[in-house]
């Protein structure tokens, strides 16, 4: 795997500031090889995190104060060794007491434990072995993503140990309570603990299914990036990017798995559009008024690039890289009336067959009312409707009003609208949905 750049940090002065700056910026670009580095030193996942953790805190107050050692990753790693032969040590220590009082009790035994002499290896120079660096890396995002955690624990922890993020960002990004996502993230690292997960690559037989839950994850992450649930800001650039990075280090690690490559693919290619997305005010802009020369030409070359090479190694697009297709359709389109909707509708049904979906048929929905017009899609919607589909969600009705409003439905429309109004959750999408029954009374 290539090495991600590194900042240019080593040898600066100290200070306050700049040392707490050089310590989030190693710890970003660093975490998950320290992490997993410990966590192969101690053979625990859960340790070693906490390890990290320590370590992070000693070098805020070290950094500062002393200036920025020369190497930063390896200063961090030693520190987190050092951590671990003090925890060996004491459990050793205790191992010991517990056998001289089960001797003297006549019970015989003792708790099992590293001895002292096997604690204390390791102690030497930091040597980074970039195919071992590779393995660690792969294997926190399998445990972060184990099927044993709830989908929110799996994102908070992949943001943790793999993404570097503290409690307080990811708090911030999903709006809840930080005390809320260190729960998550304490109870993860206990059921993991549970269930004896241990850190390595799972086994090839189990590796297909576990690398579904990881692409799970940073698909979950870049969508709350790409279309906040809620909040004032409709798209976290940073929380998207993220998942790219995440999706970038994985078609590293796993370069055989055209999934892997199909949903680098789609996260490019959707961000690409970003700049667009939102006006001046950060009011968003629908797809048919975006200025089309304001998209990333840059990540959509490379969404391409992942695509193409997720064809190449596989047999067949799974479910991401068929969604990659339809973001490809747009990419390379002049506008909206030249899109290629007739094959973005035939790449929605078979992404309907091979991973079917509510959201899929919404959104299969849209296209064929492009391509066809709105008396064509809206049964399809009001399949969905019948059904109960997305009850809790806004997508339904702000299509099936979009739909009613095009063939004259004034009426139905509004009451479309307005349930989707008191649905939605996020600040800049209501604005829409108000901005369109206001003009339904013009």
């Known amino acids: 795997m290539a090495r991600r750049d590194r900042p240019a940090l080593s040898g600066s002065a100290g200070g306050g500031h700049t040392g707490r700056e050089a310590v989030a910026a ?30 992070l805190a000693e070098a805020l107050v070290s950094w500062p104060r002393d200036g920025i050692p ?16 003090d925890a060996f040590r004491r459990r050793a220590a205790l191992d010991e007491r517990y056998a001289v009082l089960a001797h003297e009790l006549g019970e015989g035994g003792a708790v099992s434990g590293p001895a002292p002499a096997d604690a204390a290896r390791g102690t030497g120079d930091v040597l980074w072995d970039p195919d071992q660096i590779d393995d660690d890396i792969l294997a926190l995002m399998f445990i972060s993503c184990h099927p044993v955690l709830s989908r929110e624990a799996r994102v908070a922890l992949t943001l943790r140990v793999v993404g570097g993020l503290t ?37 090839a037989g189990e590796r297909a299914e576990r690398l579904g839950s990881v692409l799970s994850v940073i698909y979950l992450i870049f969508t709350e990036g790409s279309s906040a649930s809620s909040g004032g800001d409709l798209i976290r650039v940073d929380l998207a990017s993220e998942a790219q990075r995440l999706a970038r280090v994985l078609t590293r690690l796993v370069p055989d798995e055209p999934e892997v490559h199909g949903l680098l693919a789609l996260l490019e290619l959707t961000a690409a559009r970003f700049p667009a997305r939102t006006g001046a005010d950060g009011e968003p802009v629908l797809l048919e008024q975006q200025d ?51 094959r973005i509708v035939l790449v929605y049904e078979a992404l309907g067959r091979l991973a079917p979906s509510p959201v899929v048929d919404l959104n299969r929905a849209v296209a064929v009312s492009m391509a066809q017009g ?57 604005t829409v949905l108000e901005r369109k029954l206001s003009d339904l009374d013009g």
Do not use: M
């Open 167 to 203: 409690s307080d960002e990811i708090a911030k990004v999903f709006l809840v309570p930080t005390a809320t996502v260190q729960a998550r993230i304490t109870r993860a690292k206990k059921t993991l603990g549970a269930a004896r997960v241990p850190f390595e690559v799972p086994p």
């Open 70 to 85: 020369h190497n930063p990753a390896g200063w961090l790693l030693t520190v987190g060794r050092r951590r671990a032969i």
């Open 374 to 430: 709105p008396a064509a899609a809206l049964p399809i919607v009001d399949e969905l409707v019948a059904a109960q589909a997305l009850s809790n969600s806004h997508l339904l009705p702000s299509v099936r009003g979009e739909l009613l409003t095009r063939l004259g439905r004034t009426g139905e429309a509004r009451t479309e609208l307005e349930l989707a109004v008191t649905l939605c959750g996020n600040e800049r999408e209501r």
């Open 26 to 55: 190693v710890w970003r670009i660093e975490s998950a090889r320290i992490v997993g580095a410990l966590a192969r030193y101690t053979g625990d996942f859960a340790l070693a995190e906490d390890l990290g953790q320590e370590a």
């Open 292 to 342: 089309r020369h304001r998209w990333d030409r840059s990540a959509i070359r490379r969404g391409r690039a992942a695509l193409a090479r997720a064809e190449q190694v596989g047999r067949g697009l799974g479910a991401y890289g068929l969604q990659a297709v339809i973001a490809e359709c747009h990419a390379v389109a002049p506008s909206v009336d030249a899109t290629n909707w007739e």
